[in-house]
C-alpha cells in the first residue's frame, strides 16, 4: 500500500522467474514508458493528449528479461523541469526519511517510493540533478550514469545531451546489481587513487551539513588522500549561465512544439523555465556548446588517470514543505555547481546516504566518463568505512 502518494498507477508485471534481478520488485518514473500505459510526464494536459505506450522502453525491458519485477510507475515534478519534488498539479509526494520536507525532484516518486520500502529499487532520470538530490533529501542511494551508458529509448526527452536513465536502491548491493544488468562494460579501467574536493562546492553549506561532510571526509581518508582544488571554469557562474542556456534550448527543442500546440497549464517555476527556454537563441547555445568543449577538456586533465571528484551531493538538508518560492529557488541555483560536473561533461556520480542521525543528506563520487563499474564498485568500499554498506 502506497501510503506517501510516490506512486500514480500500481500493477504487476513479473520478470524471468531465474533472471538475476529475481527477487527485486522496482518502479518506474512517469516519464518512462511502460508498454500499454501512459508516460504522463507530470503534466495533465500532456497524459490527456498521449497514447499509451506501445512497447516499453529498453531500460524497463532489459531489467524484466533480467527477472525484476515492475509494480508501477512514480510521480514526477512536471515535464522534468525542477529539482524539488513538488508537482503544481498533483502536489508532493510524502519523504518517508524527512516528512513534512521535499522529497527531491523530478524524480520524486521515484525516490520516496525507495524510502519507504514500496519497490527494491526505481529507476529516474536524471538531467541537472534529478536523480542526485532525491537520493539526498530522501537518504538513498542514487546514480546517475555516464551520458549515453544506458539507452535512452522510450525516455521521454527534455535536454537530450544532458538526459540520463538512472536510479536508486537503500541497499548499494542492490544498486551495483541492476548496474550488471543495465551498464556496458567500463571503457575506462584506471583505479581511483585521488579524490578531488571542488572549493565551490562546499561555499554554500551551513554549518551542520558542512561538519557533516568533513567529518565524513574524514572517515574515508584511510581509502583515499583528499585534495582541495580549484575549478574556475567547470564550476563558475560562467558554467552556470551556460548550461542553464543549453538546458534550456534543448527543453525547448523537446518540448517547445506540444506546449505551443497544447497549450497547457503550466505550474510555476515550471512555466517560467519554459518561457525562458523559448527566449535563448541559437547562437546562446552555440557559445555553451563551446564552453563545454573546452571545460570538458580542463576537467579531464584535472581528473588526469587516477582521480575522482568527491563533494556534498546537495549543500543541505531537504527544504521545509512550507518554505518560500522565492527560498527554494534560490536553493536551485546554490545545487547547480554540484551537479553541473556530471551534467554537463557526461560523468558518472553516485550519491551515498550519509548517516546523520537527523536529516538525510547525501555524499557524492564522480568519476570518470566510461567508468561507471568501477566507479560503483569503489563507493562500495567507501561506503563501508562509512558504515552504511
Not at 12 to 31: A, H, M, T, Y
Not at 128 to 134: E, F, L, V
Request: glycine fraction near 10%; include cysteine.
Amino acid at each position: 500500500m502506497d501510503k506517501y502518494g510516490a506512486l500514480t498507477t500500481e500493477f504487476e508485471l513479473k520478470g524471468r522467474d531465474d533472471g538475476p534481478l529475481g527477487g527485486l520488485s522496482f518502479v518506474v518514473k512517469e516519464n518512462i514508458d511502460v508498454q500499454g500505459h501512459i508516460s504522463a510526464n507530470g503534466q495533465p494536459t500532456f497524459a490527456a493528449t498521449r497514447a499509451p505506450a506501445g512497447v516499453s522502453a529498453s531500460a524497463v525491458e532489459r531489467l524484466l528479461a533480467c527477472g525484476a519485477r515492475l509494480v508501477g510507475k512514480a510521480h514526477m515534478d512536471e515535464m522534468a523541469y525542477s529539482l524539488f519534488g513538488a508537482n503544481g498539479h498533483y502536489g508532493a509526494p510524502i519523504n518517508p526519511s524527512a516528512p513534512g520536507r521535499h522529497p527531491g525532484g523530478s524524480s520524486s516518486g521515484s525516490a520516496a517510493a525507495v524510502a519507504g520500502g514500496l519497490a527494491d529499487f526505481a529507476l529516474g532520470t536524471d538531467t541537472a540533478g534529478s536523480c542526485r538530490a532525491p537520493a539526498s533529501y530522501c537518504g538513498v542511494y542514487g546514480f546517475r550514469p555516464s551520458h549515453g551508458a544506458v539507452s535512452s529509448n522510450g525516455l521521454i526527452p527534455l535536454a537530450p545531451s544532458l538526459d540520463t536513465i538512472g536510479w536508486f536502491a537503500r541497499e548499494i548491493h542492490v544498486l551495483f546489481r541492476v548496474a550488471e544488468t543495465l551498464l556496458p562494460e567500463d571503457l575506462d579501467h584506471g583505479p581511483f587513487m585521488r579524490a578531488l574536493l571542488p572549493i565551490e562546492a562546499l561555499a554554500d553549506c551551513p554549518a551542520g551539513e558542512f561538519a557533516l561532510f568533513k567529518s565524513a571526509l574524514d572517515r574515508l581518508r584511510p581509502l583515499f588522500p583528499v585534495r582541495e582544488v580549484e575549478l574556475p571554469q567547470a564550476f563558475s557562474a560562467e558554467a552556470l549561465g551556460h548550461f542553464r542556456n543549453l538546458q534550456a534550448f534543448e527543453a525547448h527543442l523537446s518540448q517547445g512544439g506540444w506546449i505551443a500546440a497544447a497549450r497547457p497549464r503550466l505550474g510555476p517555476g515550471v512555466a517560467e523555465r519554459f518561457a525562458y527556454a523559448a527566449s535563448v537563441t541559437p547562437e546562446q547555445n552555440r557559445q555553451a556548446e563551446l564552453f563545454r568543449l573546452k571545460a570538458m577538456a580542463e576537467v579531464e586533465a584535472l581528473l588526469g588517470e587516477d582521480g575522482f571528484f568527491i563533494l556534498p551531493t546537495t549543500p543541505f538538508f531537504a527544504p521545509p514543505l512550507d518554505e518560500s518560492a522565492e527560498a527554494l529557488d534560490r536553493k536551485r541555483y546554490q545545487m547547480f555547481p554540484l551537479f553541473i560536473a556530471a551534467s554537463f561533461f557526461g560523468l558518472p556520480q553516485i550519491s551515498l546516504p550519509l548517516k546523520t542521525g537527523d536529516l538525510p543528506l547525501g555524499l557524492s563520487l564522480i568519476g570518470r566518463r566510461w567508468s561507471d563499474r568501477n566507479l560503483l564498485g569503489f563507493a562500495q568500499r567507501a561506503a563501508a568505512l562509512l558504515g552504511i554498506a
